[in-house]
């Protein structure tokens, strides 16, 4: 049969992609473990999780911002038996990658490692988990990189914007708190504040371990027990959120940046957690409104309007809270143009249906992403960790395409009215605050933010 390449071929109905079968057991002290075997993969991935993260901070001794991310970043430099160099030596001679760190819900800690090589890695990364030295050459050396860091931080306009944005929404919740800490947080973290954050919270009952890739179930279970098998379980304690309440009416915090041309937008109102159940939808909703870069937000700002290069919208969703963000950078003396716009689409998409063209350019936007996240055995060791840390169905990804494309243009429209709230806005504006003064004052009333470390 000869090929008519004069007609476009039709394409067929998205079908489900199935998440890959997985074993899962749970030891006597609390560990959780799920093995995905799959002898096609050159490599085997090991992904340690525990299940506190930078929010819970608040929780230590001196509750210092910054603790968690730390401690989980020094976990690969040095044990009680090797130095940082010998650990990134070893690493390096063998090929395999290390990484670790923090969020807000989780620290991490996880190696990609060829077969052959799989054990020895595997060793050596439980080593780091049961004897990190953090020694004080480390800490003082990790402080210095961060509080750097966080020095460079004051000249963007984006971090200036997002920070006061995060701390406004929302207040006294840990949520509110930079990941990395402040200057004079991290100046403050001592030994023994890390020690305190490992011993109470890198215990069994509060770990998760995720092994992927050419490694057999009761092999890997015999590994981790072997390792962690012994060790008492721990008790993790409860943290307590305090209720969102959105600007009503909206509110405007201007940022001052020097010399600044431009102004840095970051305006929006509270969001899901992550086990929403109209998560899905939520997706949808949000990559026709601001999350593709042929959004409705995007299009306006950037094409119809030449106001920017780009813009974003985002649901920012957490374990416990979340929040729902647009962020745009345009020239200082068209800010409350741009405002205006973002507060205009926000309305369209809540009281009128989106097009059939766009639900469906969406829709496969999404679903024809969606394979290339499951390329790795890092990636799918982080997509089912993130289903158990966050409480969602482990089904979840096995039916997400089919629910993308069963979507209505009702649906989304219902979406929009539900979680989108134009007229709750936390508006955070970093630029030249005296000339935005003049014309922000018409989206609420305005709080002139000198220093961001001052904030309550």
Not at 91 to 107: P, T
Not at 131 to 148: T, Y
Not at 354 to 359: A, I, K, N, P, R
């Amino acid at each position: 049969m000869i090929l008519d390449r004069t007609k476009q071929p039709v394409s067929g109905k998205p079908k489900d992609i199935l998440f890959p079968d997985f074993y899962e057991t749970k030891f006597d002290n609390g560990i959780k473990l799920f093995v995905i075997s799959n002898p096609d993969f050159p490599l085997t991935s090991a992904r340690f999780l525990f299940k506190t993260g930078s929010c819970h901070d608040v929780l230590t001794q001196k509750k210092l911002d910054g603790t968690a991310s730390m401690t989980a970043d020094l976990l690969t430099k040095g044990t009680k038996e090797k130095s940082a160099v010998e650990i990134a030596e070893i690493i390096d001679y063998h090929g395999a990658v290390i990484s670790s760190g923090a969020d807000y819900d989780a620290s991490y800690l996880g190696i990609n490692s060829l077969d052959r090589y799989f054990e020895k890695m595997f060793d050596l990364v439980c080593t780091m988990v049961l004897g990190s030295a953090f020694s004080d050459e480390e800490i003082e050396r990790k402080k210095l990189q961060v509080i750097n860091s966080l020095l460079s931080y004051r000249d963007d306009g984006g971090y200036l914007a997002e920070s006061v944005f995060r701390k406004m929404l929302y207040g006294s919740s840990p949520y509110a708190a930079d990941e990395e800490g402040t200057m004079k947080s991290v100046a403050s973290i001592g030994r023994e504040d890390i020690t305190e954050y490992y011993k109470n919270f890198y215990v069994p009952s509060n770990l998760v371990i995720a092994l992927v890739g050419n490694i057999s179930a009761v092999k890997a279970e015999k590994l981790v027990f072997k390792k962690f098998g012994d060790l008492k379980a721990g008790k993790i304690p409860d943290i307590k959120f305090p209720e969102l309440l959105d600007a009503k009416p909206s509110k405007v915090y201007l940022t001052e940046k020097k010399g600044a041309v431009q102004s840095n937008i970051h305006a929006g109102h509270t969001g899901i957690n992550r086990n929403c159940l109209d998560f899905v939808a939520i997706t949808v909703m949000n990559t026709i409104l601001g999350g593709s870069f042929t959004s409705r937000i995007n299009k306006n700002l950037r094409e119809v309007n030449g106001y920017t290069y780009g813009a974003r919208s985002s649901f920012n969703w957490k374990k416990y809270q979340g929040d729902f963000s647009v962020e745009v950078d345009v020239r200082n003396d068209i800010t409350s143009d741009a405002v205006k716009e973002i507060i205009k689409e926000l309305v369209d998409i809540s009281v009128a249906n989106v097009t059939h063209e766009e639900l469906q350019t969406a829709q496969n936007y999404i679903t024809g992403n969606f394979p290339m996240q499951l390329e790795t055995p890092n990636a799918v060791a982080s997509k089912l960790l993130n289903l158990e840390l966050y409480g969602v169905d482990k089904d979840f990804y096995n039916k997400y395409i089919s629910e993308i494309n069963s979507l209505t243009l009702d649906d989304i429209r219902i979406t929009a009215e539900k979680y989108l709230h134009p007229d709750s806005l936390t508006i955070s504006v970093a630029g030249d605050t005296a000339e935005n003064s003049k014309t922000m004052k018409q989206f609420g009333e305005i709080r002139v933010i000198h220093n961001i470390d001052e904030i309550e």
